[in-house]
């Protein structure tokens, strides 16, 4: 079993914990699982989330259940097994910044010192393997150095992101249990990326994957600037429209979040093509209607053979959370075949395919088909 521990309780844990239980009833195929065709140590099965986290007064104490039934709908058939997980109260910091929700923090009541604490003896009680951070998109910056860090939370909260403070809980845990625990960062919170919390992990024989998973147009933009710049081809210019009606577009609209998005996405043009085309790439508007269904518009001009241009249009909608909750399945059972292995730190073969800004901080954004080979060789597969 691969026990799940997940921070932060929209749309896309509900989306896992529910599409996990349905693939466990029979009821729904694995697709949108990346290695579900191949023959794994973990089954996706044998994936559960024993707890989730949040900040949001409307959450917490309640069940996965009455959440995803907000998130799904009264009509869908939420399974009831999700009555069992109860939405605990996590670490706030500066990260409902700009929400429009009434929130708390364990820190405010007991500091953070004692909070991180906390939470590391919550989860030797709840022994997760791997714990996965879908928070809100933050404000957040690197400590890339493990005093500094170790010093913020300590000190109190100065300049500490929440997902910091959860990669910070995870560590201390790993060392209360003496085992180490797989730390997955979905959001464009630099966790993989700073080179502080690789270190604190490898201390712990534990792993971080990170940082921001790529789901939607991004892996797609990579994919096709991969096949230009194999084929030689100049690209011009790249313009990627993200349009969307969920609460994590709505946070976007908060410019200090936005930038964060923006960052982690921008990267592939120059890592993949070698230069840095103009290109404009962000999440651009929040229109409710379109709800998780983003509208994705794509365009990318080019030069090809004997100076002629071409161009290439895309339009797409594309739901949104289940497209990151399929991929977490995966993360999840690699956190803990990556444990097994006794790797140390983070792991470059699995961010460079699962994640938009992969860790380490040196490590260079390849597409995401180049990527893919590059994990079924770690893993001793053949396509
Ligand atoms: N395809 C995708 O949906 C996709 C892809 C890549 C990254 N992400 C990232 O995944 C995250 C979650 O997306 P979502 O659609 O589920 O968003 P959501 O808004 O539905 O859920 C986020 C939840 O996190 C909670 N939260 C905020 N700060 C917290 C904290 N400090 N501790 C615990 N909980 C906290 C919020 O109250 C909310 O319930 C976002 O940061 C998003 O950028 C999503």
């Known amino acids: 079993m691969v026990r799940v521990v997940v921070l932060g309780t929209g749309y896309v844990a509900s989306h896992l914990a529910v599409g996990l239980e349905r693939i466990r009833k029979g009821l729904v195929k694995p697709y949108g699982v990346p290695l579900a065709k191949y023959d794994l140590p973990y089954r996706v099965e044998d994936v559960r ?4 986290y949040d900040i949001d007064v409307a959450k917490i104490g309640k069940t996965l259940y009455d959440v995803a039934r907000e998130v799904f709908g009264k009509e869908y058939p939420v399974p009831e097994e999700l009555k069992g997980i109860k939405v605990r109260e996590g ?3 500066n990260s409902d910044k700009g929400l429009n929700i009434k929130a708390r923090g364990l820190e405010e009541e007991i500091g953070l010192r004692e909070a991180v604490e906390r939470l590391a003896d919550e989860w030797v009680e709840l022994r997760p393997d791997v714990v996965i951070n879908i928070i809100s998109t933050e404000e ?9 860090l170790r010093k913020a939370i300590e000190g109190g909260s100065e300049g500490v992101s929440a997902s910091h403070a959860y990669a910070y809980a995870a560590y201390l845990y790993a060392k209360k249990v003496g085992r180490g625990v797989a730390f997955v960062n979905a959001i464009p919170t630099p966790i993989a990326n700073d080179p502080a919390v690789v270190k604190l992990f490898e201390d712990a024989n534990s ?3 990170g940082d921001d998973g790529a789901t939607g147009a991004t892996p797609l933009t990579a994919d096709l600037l991969e096949h230009l710049a194999e084929r030689n081809r100049l690209v011009e210019f790249i313009v990627q429209f993200n349009i969307g009606g969920n609460t994590d577009f709505l946070a976007l609209t908060v410019p200090e979040r936005n930038k964060m998005k923006e960052f982690t996405k921008s990267s592939i043009v120059k890592d993949i093509l070698g230069y840095d085309a103009p290109h404009y790439i962000k999440p651009t508007g929040y229109l409710e209607p379109l709800g998780d269904k983003k509208f994705v518009a794509m365009h990318i001009e080019y030069l090809s053979f004997n100076g002629f241009r071409d161009s290439i249009f895309i339009n797409a909608r594309i739901n949104d959370s289940p497209a990151l909750a399929g991929m977490l399945v995966d993360l999840a059972r690699l956190g803990k075949i990556a444990l097994d292995r006794g790797v140390k730190g983070t792991l470059y073969e699995v961010n460079a395919f699962f994640m938009k800004k992969p860790g380490p901080a040196d490590a260079r954004n390849i597409s995401k088909i180049v990527a893919f080979a590059g994990l079924m060789k770690w893993l001793g597969l053949r396509r």
């Open 207 to 209: 792993v971080v994957f």
């Open 91 to 93: 670490i706030k910091l």
């Open 140 to 148: 957040a910056k690197a400590f890339n150095d493990v005093e500094a």
């Open 49 to 52: 989330v024993v707890a989730t």
